[in-house]
C-alpha cells in the first residue's frame, strides 16, 4: 500500500481511536448495527478557569463528514490487524461492510463564534450507532482543539481592550496541522491576523511581519540594518529595536523613519520583543511622539498571555499592538479541552426512543439524557440564561430551569424575555444543508455575542456563573433515569 502523497489528501476514516471501531464490530456482530442513536458532544469545565467559551471547528467537521468513507487502502489496512491470538481482529465480512458505509447521519451543531457553558451540547448526532460511534474521536479532535484556541484568543482580545492582536505562534505550535487549526480559531476568537502564510492562503485572513533579530544582526549596525530594510520595503516599515539596547534602537527607528517621511513613506513602528514592556514602551512612546511620530504604532510580543497584558495595562503601557505566539497557539496553562461525546437516547426499530444516562462517582460526570437543544434567553439585548431542554418534551409554560450539579440552584425565566434555540442543522441523511458564513462573519459574530454578556462573566477572576440549567422537564427525567440506574425505584 502506497500512502497518500499528501496526508489530508487521503481518506481520514481511520482518523479514530482503536476502540470506535472495535466497538462497531461488536454492535455488527451482534446485530444492533440498525439502533438508532443520539450522542452529544459537550464539555463539564470552562478552559483557563473562564466564565465563557467560543465554539469553534464545525466548518472542519463539515469538511470531514462531507468525505467520510473507508477506502479500498483503509480496509486492506484494518485486515492486518490481529488480536492477541495474532488471528484477524476484523471478519472480511465486516470489512466489506464498512467499505459500502456511508455516513447518513443527522447533525445539528452551534454556529462557530457562539459563545457556550458546561454541559451544552456544541454538537448532536443522530442516526444509526455504528457511523455515530466511529466519529466521537475526529469529532472530539476537531472541536476541542478549536474551541480552546478561539476560547483563549477571545481572552487575550478582551485584555487588550480593543487594541489588535496578532497570532504569532506558528513555529511553537503542535505540528503543521495544529499550526493551521490555531490560526484559524484565533482569528475567529478575535485576533486581527496572523503571521502564518498558509494559514493566510488557505482561510483568508490578514497575514503581518516584517523582520527577526537575525535581519539586524546580518549588517554591520544597527542602523544600517534599518535603512536596509527601508530600502528594500519601504511600505511594511516595524522595526525591532532590542536586538542590542532598545531605547537607543528606538532612537535609530526615529532616524530612519525621518529618511522614509521624506520619501513619501511612513514608519509603520516598533517592536519590542524583550525587557521591561511597560517602561520601555512609555518610554519609546514619548520618544516617537516628540520626534513628530504620533502615529507610529508600538507593537509588543514576548511570550505574553492575557494575564500578562492585563498587567501591562494596568502598568500604563502604551503598546498599541500585541503580537501574541506560544501561550495562544498552544493554549499555555490548559493544553486540552476536555470535551465528551456521549450517548444519550438509543431506539431499535419501530421502538420508542430510550433515554440513557451515563454515571459516576463524579456527579460532574453524570450525563445528561434525551435529545437535547439549547434555548438562549434575552432580556434588554442581553444574554440571561441559557436553557437545556428535550426536544421531544418540549418547554413548560413556567420556564424553569434548574442546575444538574446543584437542585437547589434554579431560575425562572422571565415572560418578557426572548429566545434563541442555539443547535441549527448541519447535515440531513449525510447531506449538507447549512450554509456555511465565512471566516471574516464569524469572527464578527464571536464579537457580538461577547458583547451581550454581563461584564462579569468575561473577567479573568472568579468570573461570574452565568445561569445554565437544565428545562424542569428534563431535569426530572434525568433524575429518574438515574434512580432507576442506581436500582432505586424500580
Given at each position: 500500500m502506497k500512502p497518500p502523497t499528501s496526508l489530508y489528501n487521503g481518506s481520514l476514516?481511520?482518523?479514530?481511536?482503536?476502540?470506535?471501531?472495535?466497538?462497531?464490530?461488536?454492535?455488527?456482530?451482534?446485530g444492533v448495527a440498525n439502533r438508532e442513536t443520539v450522542f452529544h458532544l459537550f464539555f463539564r469545565q470552562h478552559p483557563f478557569g473562564g466564565g465563557v467559551s467560543i465554539a469553534c471547528g464545525l466548518e472542519h467537521v463539515i469538511d470531514f463528514l462531507d468525505r467520510f468513507q473507508f477506502t479500498p487502502d483503509d480496509l486492506a489496512y484494518l485486515a492486518t490487524l490481529t488480536g492477541n491470538d495474532q488471528k484477524p481482529l476484523f471478519e472480511e465480512d465486516f470489512l466489506t461492510y464498512l467499505g459500502t458505509l456511508k455516513f447518513d447521519c443527522d447533525v445539528d451543531a452551534i454556529p462557530e463564534g457562539t459563545t457556550v457553558f458546561p454541559h451544552e451540547p456544541l454538537v448532536r448526532v443522530r442516526g444509526n450507532i455504528i457511523p455515530c460511534q466511529i466519529l466521537e474521536t475526529p469529532l472530539l479532535n476537531i472541536i476541542n482543539f478549536q474551541t480552546l484556541?478561539?476560547?483563549?484568543?477571545?481572552?487575550?482580545?478582551l485584555a487588550t481592550g480593543g487594541d489588535p492582536v496578532?497570532?504569532?505562534?506558528?513555529?511553537r505550535a503542535q505540528g503543521i496541522d495544529g499550526a493551521l487549526a490555531a490560526?484559524?480559531?484565533a482569528y475567529i476568537g478575535g485576533c486581527s491576523a496572523t503571521s502564518n502564510v498558509l494559514a493566510g492562503k488557505y482561510f483568508d485572513i490578514p497575514v503581518k511581519g516584517t523582520h527577526a533579530h537575525s535581519w539586524v544582526m546580518c549588517f554591520d549596525t544597527e542602523i544600517e540594518a534599518f535603512e536596509q530594510y527601508a530600502n528594500a520595503m519601504p511600505n511594511n516599515c516595524v522595526f525591532l529595536v532590542d536586538t542590542y539596547d532598545t531605547l537607543p534602537g528606538v532612537q535609530r527607528a526615529i532616524e530612519v523613519g525621518k529618511r522614509l517621511r521624506a520619501t513619501g513613506h511612513e514608519l509603520i513602528g516598533i517592536r519590542l520583543d524583550s525587557g521591561d514592556l511597560a517602561f520601555l514602551s512609555i518610554e519609546a512612546r514619548r520618544m516617537l511622539d516628540d520626534a513628530g511620530f504620533p502615529d507610529a504604532h508600538i507593537i509588543a510580543s514576548n511570550d505574553l498571555d492575557e494575564h500578562i497584558i492585563a498587567?501591562?495595562?494596568t502598568q500604563g503601557a502604551t503598546i498599541g499592538i500585541w503580537g501574541v505566539g506560544t501561550k495562544l497557539a498552544t493554549a499555555y496553562d490548559q493544553p486540552a479541552m476536555g470535551g465528551v461525546y456521549k450517548l444519550s437516547a438509543v431506539r431499535k426499530p419501530d421502538h420508542t426512543w430510550q433515554y440513557k444516562v451515563k454515571l459516576s462517582e463524579q456527579s460532574l460526570k453524570v450525563s445528561n439524557p434525551g435529545i437535547q437543544q439549547i434555548r438562549r434567553f434575552t432580556l434588554d439585548d442581553e444574554f440571561i440564561a441559557d436553557m437545556i431542554y428535550d426536544v421531544p418534551t418540549g418547554v413548560t409554560d413556567q420556564r424553569e430551569i434548574v442546575d444538574p450539579m446543584d437542585m437547589t440552584r434554579r431560575k425562572i425565566i422571565p415572560p418578557d424575555a426572548k429566545h434563541t434555540d442555539l443547535l441549527v442543522p448541519i447535515m440531513r441523511t449525510g447531506r449538507t444543508v447549512y450554509k456555511r458564513p465565512n471566516i471574516h462573519d464569524i469572527r464578527k459574530h464571536a464579537q457580538q455575542q461577547?458583547?451581550?454578556?454581563?461584564?462579569?462573566?468575561?473577567?479573568?477572576?472568579?468570573?461570574?456563573?452565568?445561569?445554565?440549567?437544565?428545562?424542569?422537564?428534563?431535569?426530572?427525567?434525568?433524575?429518574?433515569?438515574?434512580?432507576?440506574?442506581?436500582?432505586?425505584?424500580?
Open positions: 476514516a481511520l482518523l479514530t481511536d482503536l476502540y470506535q471501531l472495535t466497538m462497531a464490530y461488536g454492535y455488527w456482530k451482534s484556541i478561539a476560547t483563549k484568543a477571545a481572552r487575550i482580545c496578532l497570532e504569532f505562534g506558528l513555529r490560526s484559524r480559531a498587567s501591562l495595562k461577547l458583547s451581550r454578556f454581563h461584564a462579569g462573566v468575561k473577567r479573568f477572576v472568579h468570573p461570574h456563573e452565568y445561569p445554565v440549567g437544565l428545562e424542569r422537564s428534563l431535569f426530572d427525567i434525568r433524575t429518574q433515569l438515574i434512580l432507576e440506574a442506581r436500582g432505586h425505584g424500580r
